[in-house]
């Protein structure tokens, strides 16, 4: 953690590298490398958890970690230009130095996953901790079954990680599934919504699922997973809330007696269902 | 208030509304509370009198979905005041005038809380009762008497118009239309001081405010769904309770609310900390009256002072 | 136990302002709360509840977290006495229990260091708690709903009486015993004394409400919590912070810059869940869009969640929240209301 004697300090990081993902230049991905060496020996991460971006005189704003661990030296984060600090981030520059926080929360389960097949169906820029997943379980391919990855966004431009959406398309040892709200000019892929095209897919519903994206595919997913005979316990999403503090004091992302900070973001549909205002 | 009872039994059994606003005994001494009536036995509950605080009106706008349900048609129960909030509301397009039955009371007053409290030493009075022009309040360890003009609220004091100018339902017998002849002297004898000893007093009562927004929420011309105090990009004001950002809320509020405020006196008794709220609104108002010859509330057909333009309007405070 | 003149207390107080920093029920206003006070002379003893609660003193509206500027970030430090505060009802120490659990224990958490709050811990950690009885309850109290008690000592390191002509002290704590043996111009009570706070007991126990069980409202809060009733509770009020603001026990807080360019501070301050804006996120989505919602999730954090997390209440049924709220949704009448409930599910289903 950032300050073991003050957990609101941030720590600092430097702008390594900014990468444009879309065309409007909306979302943008930031690879930031430690200032201190001490930070970088104790920050200690699996994939799932977040980090608070702290921008001076903005505030600061919640961020799932979308490099893995497995990837040493930078910290990544996409970020989406939406509200008074994301806006200030997007400003950023390579060379500039920022604060972080974290890593909190806690994380996707990769020891239970282990040996099984994983279902990972993710939508728009929330595919950020999903990347660190995919990337982790790619680096420890052996230790994992069948990967089947259901990724959505409004429209080509939107998907993040292009790139490496093309290298992961032609491996073998993970089946990509990637689909657009409708249908453009030169898209060759899938046309529909997640929930829709998760139902075309099959899925096995042996397997274990993790969704990720916002509220509303979320929302509308899990019906159909259930629907699939998905194990209530199998199936596992992480939350997005607004956040200030990051460690379980400051109320926010309260949902019942859980804190997405602290208990979360990940949690399995056994665990959400039955807590009131959790989608 | 059988009258009253019955009224409104035979606007819902007549499915003339769908539910009806009122006020019902509340829990303490001085407190009646909003109760929403949907059935004839529920209407055994209506009361009114001095304790009617609030203004009930205020739930027929912003965030609509707090009453759960969408109701077509709603009654409210009204004071002078309430009433010309439902004007306002009318005039700027909030409601449909046709879809609220209003059934109007003729209006004596209401209790200030803070000055009762005040009259006892914060001592808790447990229990009061009306004696013609005068209010015998008792505690634990006392009784004491007062007139009862010492215990109502300032606005009620300079109220013209205390029958529901705008009603469909009458109860009781009007009061008609009251001449104040004073009805600004608080705000003209502060206008009398200096404008160091005015900004004094401002600073010093502006710094107890704890922003917690009672006085907003309960108010009826605040409906704004987005408040500019809640955005954040751009961040308009701080949001510590200091006194600068303090003052900033109230004024902008103030000036928000400029030929809107019915000067209802929600925001006054909501205030957990009695911070002198009316010294702005009430500055705010007789200036309107003064500038447009506008009062909120009053003529359902005139436009709102801030939304229309008149070539002899006073110009001075753009040509300096 | 040890007694002295309440013409005498000025003496006290300077004594303990010599290595405390003391707050006390004082005028703020037009009303009372607790403020640092400079003597004995500013303490207001005629009343029973201060309007606000006590939290401000360890959990300020706004408190400066750090500040930035160019030469990096500076966290303030306490070089200040520690703090001392008077006259705390049974309903206030109780509080700071539960606020410490938060706050300061943090003992639910695996790495316990990491999710201890600095800025209470600097404060609380030090302090000296002065409880004192509640001679008279008023008629918004239900601490005994909620193992409170107006001659209860937990949460004080000394405990007061006031006799009307006398101030007995008792050490509860070490750390008040400790305090109270440095204190040499003391009598020691008598039996005539005990009897009389007994007396006293009695009759502020007497203006009390009638003992109400709500060990079932964990358990009926987690059935209900998809019940209409919610829409019921919830109806009338008008979300405003009002009381989020007074309770002692509400620590919710969001956090802020505010500066100019690069040099500025970050601060926290009280936040109310209340407020539509709690829990809205960038994107427009809000999670608790409903006035219903918010209603509940201040309900349930005190009678449900809490209990998951700290094995206890997040109430000490002071009663401010009962005072304040402008349109009498009386949190007591709820209670009951939940209580009798009926629950309309049927539980096969």
Known sequence: MCNFDNTYIPIQMKVKKILIENPDRSLRTYDLSFVNEDDKKRFNYLPGQFCEFSILGKGESPFGIASSPTEEEILKFTV??????????????????VGIRGPMGNWYPIEKLKGQDVVIIGGGFAFTTLRSLIIYLLENRDDYGKITVIYGARNPDLFIYKDELKIWDKRDDLILHLTVDKHVKGWDKLCGFVPAITKDVKPDPTSWCIVCGPPVMIKF???VLLEMGFAHDKIYTSLERRMKCGIGKCGRCGIGSKYVCIDGPVFSYEELKNIPDAF | MQQLVDKVKEIIKNKEVDVVIGWGRGSLPFSATPIFVETEKDAEKLIFDETCRNNLTTYLTKDKRRISKEYKKIGIVVKGCDSRSVVLYTVENQIKRENVVLIGIPCNGVFEKKKLSQLVDGKEILDFQIDRENIILKGRNFEQTHPLKEVLCDSCLTCQYPDAPEHDYFIGTPRKEVNVPDAYKTINEFGKKSSEERWAYIQEEYSKCIRCYACRNVCPSCYCPECFVDQNDPQWIGKTPEVTDSIIFHLIRNLHIA?????????VSACPVDLDLRIMSKKVEKEIKERFDYTAGIDIHEKPAMASYCEHEKQDFIMG | MIKIKKTDLHNFIEFLIKDYNVYAPADVGKKIAFKKINSAFEIRHDITNTHLSPKNVFFPQSEVMFQYSDDGLKIPERNEKPIAVWGM???DTSSLIMLNKVFGDAHQMPDKNMYKDPYWKMKYDNCLIFGQACNEPLSTCFCNWFDGNPFAKKGADVFVVDTCDHFIFEGVSEKGKAFLLKYKFAEEATKTDLDKIAELKKTAESYLPEKLDV???YNKMSQIWDEPIWDEISAKCINCGACTFVCPTCHCFDVSDEGKGKKGKRIRLWDSCMF????REASGHNPRELSTQRVRQRLMHKYNYFMDNYEQYLCTGCGRCVQVCPVNLDIRE?????????ISRNEDN
């Open chain 1, 80 to 97: 989406s230009r939406t509200g008074s600090v994301t806006n200030e981030i997007h400003y950023l520059e390579e060379g500039d130095i």
């Open chain 1, 221 to 223: 997913t899990l019906p």
């Open chain 2, 259 to 267: 030929g809107r405020c019915v000067d209802c006196g929600a925001c």
């Open chain 3, 89 to 91: 009802r049974n309903c």
């Open chain 3, 215 to 217: 060990k079932p409202l």
């Open chain 3, 276 to 279: 539509q804006i709690f829990t």
């Open chain 3, 334 to 342: 709820v209670i009951k209301q939940i209580l009798d409930y009926k």
